[in-house]
């Protein structure tokens, strides 16, 4: 075993995944293990240890004591990706008042000017009516419709909204 797993005083189990962040490129060492280069960093916490440590895949499972969840959560941020550098290339439908808007996982997303220079969007749970605009201004149409792709993801999964309740 290499880096914390030799330690002493160094909890082996009992971790809890606090979140888990795409850094694009393996750009990051495991703080387990301090070996191996990773992307997807698992933020770990542990109540008998005092810092939170930016793990791998396979140091996260170790640690949770759970060998599918950290493979689900990297899964889910590869698809996200995906769909992210595809998200400008779909059909946008144009509404009566002229605005770009896509319905995707049950969320309508609707792309706006602003300003005469500026965009905006909102998302609205097509179930619930709940919706949200950006307080952001953009600078490009294609900017602001990346930012209401993240905070879609944001809000299905922090929030429960769309098709994946």
Request: some cysteine; proline content about 4%; aromatic content about 8%.
């Amino acid at each position: 075993m290499a880096g914390k797993w030799s330690q002493a005083g160094v909890p082996h189990k009992g971790w809890t995944c606090t979140s888990v962040e795409d850094l694009g490129v393996p750009d990051a060492v495991c703080e387990m293990c301090e070996t191996q280069e990773i992307r997807y960093v698992h933020h770990m916490e542990h109540p008998d240890y005092p810092e939170a440590l930016g793990v791998g895949c396979i140091c996260a499972e170790n640690m949770e004591n759970d060998y599918e969840a950290p493979r689900r959560r990297e899964r889910a941020l590869r698809n996200a990706a995906q769909r992210r550098r595809r998200w400008l290339s779909r059909k946008w439908n144009v509404s009566a008042k002229g605005n770009a808007y896509l319905n995707a996982d049950g969320l309508n997303i609707t792309v706006f000017r602003k300003t005469p220079i500026l965009w905006g969007a909102r998302i609205e749970d097509r179930v619930t009516g709940q919706s949200v605009t950006s307080k952001r201004r953009y600078a490009t149409e294609d900017a602001a419709k990346l930012a209401a792709f993240d905070a879609m993801i944001f809000l299905k999964q922090e929030r429960g909204w769309g098709s994946q309740r």
